[in-house]
């Protein structure tokens, strides 16, 4: 199996697409740390994973991040994938938008995704191996009507995994970001079917196809693949 003998963190991975990657991770082989705010929702995926544990993280806290990636490595071992999925979103354009909510979605999406970096990656780079995904979205390829907040988060999201690719270039470790499209899950299920209906695969994702993308750029099999940028979108942003 693919992750035998790994360890992964998996932020938001209590539901939606965080536990469709913490299911499909667990299933060839990883340890997978579930990392959540969502506490009962998050032990009860992490109990029926092998072993699986779950720890409650608030990605906005850097010595909560400090800590769990210490008792993770205590408990499970090192850590060789991250995936920082985690995320929130308040629509509202650039008018109706208020400040507090724009600070927030940049807290979680952008500073919870540099915080996972920047607690991990220097395990990873004294290790000489490891791997961070990073879930970033359609809206940090293009641009949309009321998200401006979101928009701008998912494209720094994009930005940082660039940058972070450089930071490790040498090392062993490989940084990338996945962009979904609309998916099923509580934040993708209220979209307008008009979103996708005029892609050319017309139709809603499936947490587990994106999970397919993020598992491929979490092992060995993208070993030549560095801050790329993997869209799953069915071709909404062509
Ligand atoms: P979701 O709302 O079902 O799951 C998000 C998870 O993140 C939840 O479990 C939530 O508790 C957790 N979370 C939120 N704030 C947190 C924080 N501060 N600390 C720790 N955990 C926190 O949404 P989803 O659709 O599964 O989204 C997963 C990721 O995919 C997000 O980054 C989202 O922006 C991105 N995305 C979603 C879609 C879509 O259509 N669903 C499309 C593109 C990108």
């Given at each position: 199996?693919?992750?035998?003998?790994?360890?992964?963190?998996?932020?938001?991975?209590?539901?939606?697409?965080?536990?469709?990657?913490?299911?499909?991770?667990?299933?060839?082989?990883?340890?997978?740390?579930?990392?959540?705010?969502?506490?009962?929702?998050?032990?009860?995926?992490?109990?029926?994973?092998?072993?699986?544990?779950?720890?409650?993280?608030?990605?906005?806290?850097?010595?909560?991040?400090?800590?769990?990636?210490?008792?993770?490595?205590?408990?499970?071992?090192?850590?060789?994938?991250?995936?920082?999925?985690?995320?929130?979103?308040?629509?509202?354009?650039?008018?109706?938008?208020?400040?507090?909510?724009?600070?927030?979605?940049?807290?979680?999406?952008?500073?919870?995704?540099?915080?996972?970096?920047?607690?991990?990656?220097?395990?990873?780079?004294?290790?000489?191996?490891?791997?961070?995904?990073?879930?970033s979205?359609?809206?940090g390829?293009?641009?949309?009507?009321?998200?401006?907040?979101?928009v701008t988060s998912k494209w720094g999201i994009r930005g940082?995994?660039?940058?972070?690719?450089?930071?490790?270039?040498?090392?062993?470790?490989?940084?990338?970001?996945?962009?979904?499209?609309?998916?099923?899950?509580?934040?993708?299920?209220?979209?307008?079917?008009?979103?996708?209906?005029?892609?050319?695969?017309?139709?809603?994702?499936?947490?587990?196809?994106?999970?397919?993308?993020?598992?491929?750029?979490?092992?060995?099999?993208?070993?030549?693949?560095?801050?790329?940028?993997?869209?799953?979108?069915?071709?909404?942003?062509?």
């Open positions: 199996m693919r992750f035998d003998g790994k360890v992964a963190i998996v932020t938001g991975g209590a539901r939606g697409m965080g536990a469709s990657h913490a299911r499909g991770l667990a299933a060839e082989g990883a340890r997978v740390a579930v990392c959540d705010l969502l506490d009962d929702e998050g032990r009860t995926l992490a109990e029926s994973l092998p072993g699986a544990r779950y720890h409650h993280l608030d990605v906005t806290d850097e010595e909560a991040w400090q800590a769990v990636v210490r008792t993770v490595e205590d408990t499970l071992g090192p850590v060789d994938v991250l995936v920082n999925n985690a995320g929130i979103v308040h629509f509202g354009g650039v008018e109706e938008q208020s400040p507090e909510h724009f600070r927030r979605i940049l807290d979680v999406n952008v500073v919870g995704t540099f915080l996972g970096m920047h607690t991990v990656l220097p395990g990873m780079r004294d290790r000489g191996r490891g791997a961070v995904v990073n879930i979205s359609a809206a390829l293009m641009g949309f009507a009321d998200g401006i907040g979101y940082m995994t660039k940058a972070a690719a450089l930071d490790m270039a040498g090392t062993g470790v490989r940084v990338n970001s996945v962009h979904p499209g609309v998916i099923r899950t509580s934040m993708g299920e209220g979209a307008a079917p008009a979103l996708f209906a005029d892609q050319p695969v017309p139709r809603i994702g499936e947490p587990e196809e994106v999970t397919r993308m993020v598992l491929f750029l979490a092992g060995d099999d993208a070993s030549y693949t560095t801050g790329g940028e993997f869209p799953v979108d069915g071709g909404q942003t062509i």
